[in-house]
């Protein structure tokens, strides 16, 4: 199993920024890939950008060019988000593929007020 402990973030006026961060622990030689989600309330939840382990990262539409995704060790990745907006507000969720499955952190909202 992989354990996945998110963090960063909290309340930003719309045009500001955030960096989300997200640590794996046990068995993160399994990983292929991290990511992050978002889910608002009565919507799916839905990508944001993940990334593999070798090659380039991957971007919803409408966070491209906002939003930028990243491996800072081998066990953990940041979002950093820019030109934060309203539509930007969710519960944000880490995301690991491995080989052994699929794990999901606890979430942590992000909120933009106007």
């Known amino acids: 199993q992989v354990q996945l402990v998110e963090s960063g973030g909290g309340l930003v006026q719309a045009g500001g920024a955030l960096t989300l961060s997200c640590k794996a622990s046990s068995n993160i030689f399994s990983i292929n890939a991290m990511g992050w989600y978002r889910q608002t309330p009565g919507k799916q939840r839905e990508l944001v950008a993940t990334?593999?382990?070798?090659?380039?990262a991957n971007y919803a539409d409408s966070v491209k060019g906002r939003f930028d995704i990243s491996w800072i060790s081998r066990s953990t990745i940041h979002l950093q988000m820019n030109a934060l907006t309203l539509d930007d507000t969710a519960v944000y969720y880490c995301?690991?593929?491995?080989?052994?499955?699929?794990?999901w952190g606890q979430g942590t909202q992000v909120t933009v007020s106007s």
């Open positions: 995301n690991a593929d491995t080989r052994t499955g699929e794990y």
């Open positions: 990334i593999p382990k070798r090659g380039a």
